[in-house]
T-cell receptor
Framework: DAGVIQSPRHEVTEMGQEVTLRCKPISGHDYLFWYRQTMMRGLELLIY????????DSGMPEDRFSAKMPNASFSTLKIQPSEPRDSAVYFC????????????FGEGSRLTVL | GNSVTQMEGPVTLSEEAFLTINCTYT??????LFWYVQYPGEGLQLLLK?????DKGSNKGFEATYRKETTSFHLEKGSVQVSDSAVYFCALKKDSGNTPLVFGKGTRLSVIA
């Protein structure tokens, strides 16, 4: 079975550019989460969706960040414009309804903003 | 609010040594507790979990017991291997259902032969 698929795995961009990260959750999972991992702050929840609807976006750092889930099999996290402090590993995770709460993570997208 | 505190690393051990990584939590009610492991270049994967007080989660030789009286969920392994080198994250889920996990900052373990 395919796990959570994220792309790109690595992205290097210059300050001010738009960045789009993509995620395909596990088929049948109703919940999708975006986390950001940095050395200083560890793993932070940015936003999560249930049945494609955003439930809590209080972790989104500022208006430069936006996330969408147009259908059950695809989500994007967009940063516009990007800044060097956005450099981090961004993880997408999914989980099924009625489970024990275990999250299934993708391999992450490592973003470097120069 | 809900939070997880785990010992800071890095932790460096020789092969076959005993491992303890401390984790304490702050939460109201009865959270579920998890340990996740992240191998180099990979995403996090569930190592073990416990959903109620006094439960013991175990997997791959690792164990952790949910201690409500001390609000702790320490990870232990009797004899570590080089292949256990990774970052370990303690996490909690406050409510039933699919609320997000709250993670500790992670503890990097290096096991040397």
């Amino acid at each position: 079975d395919a796990g959570v698929i994220q792309s790109p795995r690595h992205e290097v961009t210059e300050m001010g550019q738009e960045v789009t990260l993509r995620c395909k959750p596990i088929s049948g999972h109703d919940y999708l989460f975006w986390y950001r991992q940095t050395m200083m702050r560890g793993l932070e929840l940015l936003i999560y969706f249930n049945n494609n609807v955003p439930i809590d976006d209080s972790g989104m750092p500022e208006d430069r960040f936006s996330a969408k889930m147009p259908n059950a099999s695809f989500s994007t996290l967009k940063i516009q414009p990007s800044e060097p402090r956005d450099s981090a590993v961004y993880f997408c995770a999914s989980s099924p309804s009625g489970g024990t709460g275990e999250l299934f993570f993708g391999e992450g997208s490592r973003l470097t903003v120069l | 609010g809900n939070s997880v505190t785990q010992m800071e690393g890095p932790v460096t051990l020789s092969e076959e040594a005993f491992l303890t990584i401390n984790c304490t939590y702050t939460a109201t009610g009865y959270p579920s507790l998890f340990w996740y492991v992240q191998y180099p270049g990979e995403g996090l994967q569930l190592l073990l979990k416990a959903t109620k007080a006094d439960d013991k989660g175990s997997n791959k030789g690792f164990e952790a017991t949910y201690r409500k009286e001390t609000t702790s969920f320490h990870l232990e392994k009797g004899s570590v291997q080089v292949s256990d080198s990774a970052v370990y994250f303690c996490a909690l889920k406050k409510d039933s259902g699919n609320t997000p996990l709250v993670f500790g900052k992670g503890t990097r373990l290096s096991v040397i032969a």
